[in-house]
């Protein structure tokens, strides 16, 4: 056996294995999962994702919260969009869908969603962010105002504090009680001056919110902070007090941190929220449906059972029709069963009931290459030939139509991923991506393992097989 043939055989046992301790479900060490360095920071997992369809989740459809009638800027819907979809992949959760629903509306959906009612308000949220002078005596949390750049200050000279009472605040100077929607702070600073947003907790286990401002919006922090030293500082999102802050001593450098009543899906909300930016259109929920696993459990179980079942028959033909190479041929196609899955947990890609039947159609095209390989052999066997050179000649003249084949078949799953994507049809994608996945492989799988398979068999046992034509289905 030639040194390279052993490194082929090597290299064949070595990825088989990785794929087999992939596909298996054992606990693996934290730094395996965190091999997978593709995938985000804290959500680095080697595990079978499944879709909406498989695993149940949410289906909200939001439309723009504007008057009948409204024109809307179509760029201020994509930008919508946008920031929608950051906030949901932001979220953790198995390949989301969001897109566009003519000119008005969003679609988003959310596969094993923990907590749907956290996460419709986190995405649809419009997260207007502002920083608002309160003056001397701060608003309790969970007050409605209103806010103006450039606007009144309150605790200036020339103002006089208000003193929050309940849902109103009184005015010292006329002791008439006004709505507090009618209040209007003055805005110091927009949520456009953050650069970064975090999650932590404090001393005393409270979940807080870090921030880090810009350089323009860092040095109108420290203006404003060293001149309005006592004072206090609303922190207001969508024109609701969340937290108001006494400045306590000029904070140079941009760095502050956002304090409140936080639990940490709150927290957590407000933090994604503020990363990704403020909506241009406000939302409302149109639609909500909630869509339960039973019948994607139901649907895993019969494609289970239909790809086993699949798989078995194309196991049998190949042993029985072609032999000896046809049990060759299904030793690759078990090496490349295990390659596809274990592709799928790591990269990772989501299955859904179309990206199943991809993966069975795939299965079932795997050992397409095989047969074009071995009645090439048979041809060259019946004229004669050797059994190396028929071999030989059977995988050489066989490789261009291996070829062609294979190249047409990612061409269509290209243009069907590029359709699934630009119209919204994720069951489209997920057939597109499993069928190229699958394809990709068969290449290694017929082409590079089951070669190496054929040659070192014919090579270890060459004069008797020779003597049994019939083992090589001639």
Known sequence: MRKSEIWQLALIGVVALVAVYVVIDVQRPGWVNNLAFWQPEGRREIALRLGLDLQGGLQVLLAADVPDGQELDPTSMETARRIVESRVNSLGLTEPLVQAQGDRRIIVELPGIDNPDQAVETIKGTALLEFANAGTLPLAPGTLVTTSLGGPSLGQSGATPDIVTGDTVTDTTTSDVVPVETRTLETVLTGASLENVGLNIDD????????????????????????????YLCIVLDKEVISCPRVDSAIPGGEAMIRGDFSYDTARQLAIQL??????????????NRIGATLGAESVDKSVRAGAIGLGVVFLFMLIYYRLPGALADLGLIIYVLLNIALYKLAPITLTLPGIAGFILSAGMAVDANILI????????????????????????????????QISTLIICAILFVFGTNLGASIVKGFAMTLAVGTVINIFTAVFATRTFVRQVAASAETWIAERKWLLGV
């Open 204 to 231: 005393q286990n409270n979940y807080i919110v870090p921030f880090e401002l810009d350089s323009e919006g860092a040095q109108i922090f420290a203006e404003y902070t060293a001149s309005h030293v006592g004072q």
């Open 275 to 288: 990363q990704y930016g403020a909506l241009p259109v406000p939302l409302k929920v149109e639609s909500f």
């Open 374 to 405: 071995f009645e090439r052999m048979k041809e060259e066997l019946r004229r004669g030939r050797g059994l190396f050179t028929a071999i030989e000649i059977g995988f050489s003249r066989a490789w261009p139509s291996i070829r062609d084949a």
